[in-house]
């Protein structure tokens, strides 16, 4: 079906005035996550997305365990002295039972003995000659793990679609497995556009600027975990284009910057229009409101802005969601927007969504934001001297200082 039809049916859908929420629900209903799959060792499958179900075929832990150093003993002993009989190490367990009055000194992490049901730490008992005591206000079972208190045998644990961190890696070793079956990776081409580009290495004529959004966007992909392929710059010229696009075409996504402005736009969309099927869009968003989105053959097209901050802006707001929908991830992605003050004031004008830099900081216990200053899109600078989005919403007005705003950081813990 083309993109066209599949967005039609969207309430609201205005290509000259697109509500941020509604671009991001367009691109949501054209696009389905690639489907194959790969088996990888567990280490290599950080950062991947899970394309299997995990059921553990063993408990975790496997037994009942101490979770301190000290004593164990029947709850119902305890009243009394009680003989140590033995030692229970982490790995090497106190081979019989215990019986009636006896104890076992124990280990964090060592197997409970069988016939004993309570850990009486170490630091509170008294030791007199042979004989253990234990002072009273002891709870029945306390200080022990159970077995399969983490994972259960039969009891799925993670699900397809499931996006594997740290602990993730973890939580499969701990099942005794080395291997997972996992999504592929997507495969994303990229190129900047303009025939003001200068390459790195060249002397800059007049006129001419670097081209720094080759490599914001090998920073933002790389960190998203896609393969990447750097298709260097294009000049803007239709054989040029054309040429580019299919040989990116190959990709499960193509990123390009520059050219989509209205000044610019013409001779792309008649060459898009020829390639496959592309929408231009004005989003009411600053910065970054021209915006391509599209497909050209199997490959998805996310045409941004040339702007530099335009281009971290929207692949933050767009490219970066559509493309782990894209690698099948199920779990809730989005970056949250969290609440912190204002400690300025900011200018804005209800009717568009605004992605100022902000830096959050803590004033003694407050988290406030303030902006970077300079707000310009081509202000990359901005980028770097913040942690932060400050996005101020579609129909908000100015903020005074002191009103709370959302703010979406830009470093994640795990
Ligand atoms: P465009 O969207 O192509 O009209 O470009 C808008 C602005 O962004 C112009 O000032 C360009 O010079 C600048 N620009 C476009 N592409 C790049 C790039 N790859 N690196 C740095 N600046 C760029
Ligand atoms: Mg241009």
Redesign the pocket.
């Known amino acids: 079906m083309s993109l066209e039809r599949i967005i039609s049916c969207l309430d609201g859908y205005d290509p000259d005035a697109l509500h941020v929420a509604k671009a991001r629900e367009a691109m949501r209903a054209c696009m389905t996550p690639i489907p194959e799959t790969e088996v990888v060792p567990v280490r290599d499958a950080l950062g991947r997305v899970l394309a299997q179900e995990i059921v553990p075929t063993i408990d975790v832990p496997a037994h009942d365990n101490s979770a301190m150093d000290g004593y164990a003993a029947r709850f119902a002993d305890l009243g009394r002295p009680l003989r140590e009989i033995g030692t229970a190490l982490a790995g090497k367990p106190f081979a019989r039972a215990i019986g009636a009055g006896e104890c076992v000194r124990i280990m964090t992490g060592a197997v409970m003995p069988q016939g004993a049901d309570t850990v009486v730490i170490q630091e509170v008992v008294k030791k007199e000659g042979e004989r253990i005591v234990v002072p009273p206000g002891q709870k029945r079972g306390q200080n022990v793990r159970y077995a399969g208190e983490d994972l259960k045998v039969g009891m799925p644990v993670l699900g397809t679609g499931k996006y594997l961190r740290p602990a993730e890696l973890g939580l499969i070793a701990s099942l005794g497995i080395g291997e997972v079956r996992v999504r592929r990776r997507l495969r994303v081409a990229f190129f900047?556009?303009?025939d003001?580009?200068a390459s790195i290495g060249t002397k800059l004529e007049e006129g001419e600027?670097?081209?720094?959004?080759?490599y914001t966007l090998h920073g933002m992909l790389s960190r998203l975990g896609v393969e990447i392929t750097d298709l260097g710059v294009v000049r803007d010229d239709p054989e040029a284009l054309e040429r580019a696009l299919t040989r990116a075409a190959f990709a499960d996504a193509i990123v390009t910057?520059?050219?989509?402005?209205v000044?610019?736009a013409d001779f792309v969309k008649t060459l898009m229009a020829k390639l496959g099927e592309v929408l231009f869009w004005k989003i009411a968003m600053r910065p970054g409101r021209p915006m391509a989105f599209g497909r050209i053959g199997h490959s998805f097209l996310f045409g941004l802005?040339?702007?530099?901050v335009a281009v971290m802006v929207t692949f933050y707001q767009f490219v970066r969601d559509a493309l782990l929908h894209l690698s099948g991830r199920a779990d809730d992605y989005a970056m949250p927007l969290l609440s912190a003050v204002s400690s300025e004031k900011i200018r804005k004008v209800p009717g568009r969504t605004e992605y100022q830099r902000g830096v959050l900081f803590n004033d003694s216990g407050t988290w406030k934001v303030k902006t970077t200053g300079q707000q310009g899109s081509?202000v990359l600078r901005s980028m770097s001297e913040a942690n932060c989005f400050i996005v101020l919403e579609h129909e908000r007005g100015a903020v005074e200082a002191g009103e709370p705003v959302s703010v979406q950081l830009f470093e994640g813990l795990a």
Do not use: A, C, H, Q
Not at 257 to 261: A, E, N, Y
């Open positions: 900047s556009t303009g003001e580009l600027v670097y081209d720094s959004n080759r910057t520059g050219g989509v402005s000044g610019e802005p040339g702007n530099p081509g």
